[in-house]
């Protein structure tokens, strides 16, 4: 499919009116800071950054409320993915959706993000909003994501936190909580009961019995 094939495809399947379909899709890839004379080209003829701009040009045709960004970054070089993430930024000032950004670099999440989810087999074990959760995270398998974010600083002591063991079959779960066989704060209480998701601050969930007292490691400064 060529560009204009691609970035016209929803707006053809919900009845935008075909007089207008070209100018529409200029407009998209103008607004993703393409330029419209590639209409006619296919996707093999740009590159990775590109590409993802035709994606993220079809993907907000339809001026989604909700989007869904799947490790939308995670396949570009540096200097590409901050392009992209800036992008992103900026459409989600003007258009104003919601993103659900997901990903496995901490420093993306972190720049992007208003609040961050910390799944583990499958399951939601902390949410907070992001400078929060960066600076206190109130969840085990957090702390040891956060150190395993690298320094830039030439020198810098990385304190990352090794898990020992192998992460658990989602499918099949033993009683109790799901992270207990690489946990290094676990006690009797985590092999019994399945910890509860509670609110433990204002906007701030865990999934830990002993969330409310471990004190542990973040990143930022306070
Ligand atoms: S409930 Fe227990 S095993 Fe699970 S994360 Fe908390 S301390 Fe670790």
Known sequence: MTVLDIVSEPLRLNGYPRDRL??????????V?????????????????????IGIARSLALE?????????????????????????????ETMKPTFLFIAHDLSVIEHVSDR??????????ELAPTEEIYLKPRHPYTEALLSAIPRPE????????????AVANAADLALGCCFLPRCRYCQDQCK??????????????????????LELQGVMEA
């Open 154 to 165: 030439p020198g810098a002591k990385n304190n990352r936190i090794l898990l020992p063991g």
């Open 116 to 125: 961050v989810g910390v799944m583990y087999v499958g399951r939601l074990v």
């Open 64 to 92: 989604p409320r909700f989007v869904v960004a799947d490790e939308a970054v995670s396949a570009l070089d540096v200097s590409i993915q901050a392009q992209i993430l800036n992008l992103l930024q900026d459409l989600k």
């Open 22 to 31: 070209v100018d529409k899709v200029k407009e998209l890839v103008d607004m």
């Open 192 to 213: 019994e009961d399945t910890p509860l998701w509670q609110e433990i601050s204002y906007g701030h969930y865990v999934s830990c019995h002993r969330a409310k007292e």
């Open 33 to 53: 800071g393409l330029e419209s004379k590639f209409l006619n080209r296919y996707p093999h003829a740009f590159s990775g950054g590109q590409r993802q701009r």
